[in-house]
């Protein structure tokens, strides 16, 4: 997957600003005994959150992004994209599993299927 032919979603960078200034609000407490420097995990567990999850796709696949993970999708395996009653992205696959794709909102879903170069299809209502 190069740089040029994935379509990126991420989550709000205001998060990643917040966790940055609750990282620095923090030093202090966290500075004044040592038993509390494990106060920074959690502003640090949402700054690499932040900059992380989020939704790729280009031709071949869907890489789901989380805090310390990632899931490969095939698009042979999609059956369906829809949004949920909230307004998220999500993915039906081949065998009846529901994902939510992180940082994707239904509205994002005609960007998302022009990663794959193909084109939406008309419903049937």
């Known amino acids: 997957m190069t740089r ?9 960078q205001a998060i990643l600003v917040a966790a940055i200034v609750a990282f620095v609000g923090a030093l202090p407490l966290a500075t004044a005994n040592l038993w509390l420097l494990w106060v920074l995990l ?3 567990a949402v700054l ?19 805090l310390a993970g990632q899931r490969r999708i ?30 994707v909102r239904a509205d994002d879903l005609p960007r998302l299927v022009s990663a794959t170069g193909q084109e939406l299809s008309a419903g049937t209502d």
Do not use: K, M, Q, Y
């Open 4 to 12: 040029a032919d994935t379509i990126r979603f991420r989550h709000n």
């Open 74 to 103: 095939p698009w042979e395996r999609v059956a369906e994209l829809t949004g949920d009653a909230r307004g998220r992205g999500v993915v039906r696959l081949d065998d009846g599993e529901l994902l939510v794709l992180p940082a």
């Open 48 to 66: 690499v959150w932040a900059w992380r999850a989020g939704t790729d796709a280009d031709s071949r696949e869907l890489r789901l992004r989380a």
């Open 42 to 44: 959690l502003p640090l």
